[in-house]
């Protein structure tokens, strides 16, 4: 059974840093492009950072320079690294493949981990 289990976030003042992990299973995690993708109450799901199987990452320009996806396939994991955090990264944030994310035909989805950007 797929499943993408979320944690690391919490609450943070701005400039302040997370680090996210998700581990993954009931899939060949090895194959697979990941990412990140985030949601803030009343906006749609956004793609933030995609890492390929082979290791090329890529960041939406809001939070490049700032996020560090990296991946380790013998654990199954893959992590976010965030710095410099702004009120606008507030969101939960859930792992899964990209560009689409889907498995064997299904969209899953884990409980994502929520991150406040707050003073």
């Known amino acids: 059974q797929v499943q993408l289990v979320e944690s690391g976030g919490g609450l943070v003042q701005p400039g302040g840093s997370l680090r996210l992990s998700c581990v993954a299973s009931?899939?060949?995690?090895?194959?697979?492009?990941m990412g990140w993708y985030r949601q803030a109450p009343g906006k749609q799901r956004e793609l933030v950072a995609g890492?390929?199987?082979?290791?090329?990452?890529n960041y939406v320009d809001s939070v490049k320079g700032r996020f560090t996806i990296s991946r380790d396939n013998a654990k199954n994991t893959v992590s976010l690294q965030m710095t410099s955090l702004k009120p606008e990264d507030t969101a939960v944030y859930y792992c899964?493949?990209?560009?689409?994310?889907?498995?064997?035909?299904?969209?899953?989805w884990g409980q994502g981990t929520q991150v406040t950007v707050s003073s």
């Open positions: 009931g899939f060949i995690f090895s194959i697979y492009n």
């Open positions: 890492i390929t199987n082979g290791g090329s990452t």
């Open positions: 899964n493949t990209t560009p689409y994310p889907q498995i064997r035909y299904r969209e899953y």
